[in-house]
């Protein structure tokens, strides 16, 4: 499975894991089942790329599409911040651009932030420490 999360309701997180190969209907989908569900809506997103290999984008079209689509479901009231971990050039190249499209988009309401590191990324949500399950207790779809 290449994208993994978990929901931590008490913390108000959702945690994303990329890992191997990941399309972009893999990205498209893990995005719909995610914040389309109502008990998420202003919640804050970790997503680690750390592990991930390789990213098939057809375009970077399609990366601007994902930032439009986003958009589109942020909530009205300006809630929530997303943290992206890539340490690998390309990665972190993609996360920026996707950054800047979402910035954009004028439906946008969520804070983005870009990072090397894990540490990085949980200053930026405001956390000291990840849960202990993280990454070997994390599965497709649990809550």
Wanted: aromatic share 8%; proline share 3%.
């Amino acid at each position: 499975m290449p994208i993994e999360y978990r929901i931590e309701h008490s913390r108000r997180l959702v945690m994303a894991r990329a890992t191997g190969t990941v399309t972009v209907a893999d990205v498209f989908g893990y995005h719909h089942e995610v914040w389309s569900r109502p008990d998420v809506v202003g919640y804050d997103e970790l997503v680690d790329t750390r592990e991930m290999e390789a990213i098939t984008l057809t375009s970077a079209d399609r990366l601007r599409d994902l930032a439009v689509v986003s958009a589109s479901m942020d909530p009205a009231q300006g809630q929530g911040k997303v943290a992206i971990v890539a340490s690998q050039d390309l990665t972190f190249g993609l996360g920026r651009m996707y950054a800047e499209y979402r910035r954009l988009d004028r439906r946008s309401t969520k804070e983005l932030g870009v990072f090397r590191t894990m540490a990085e990324a949980l200053a930026f949500l405001g956390l000291e420490t990840l849960p202990d399950f993280w990454p070997d207790g994390l599965t497709k779809g649990s809550t």
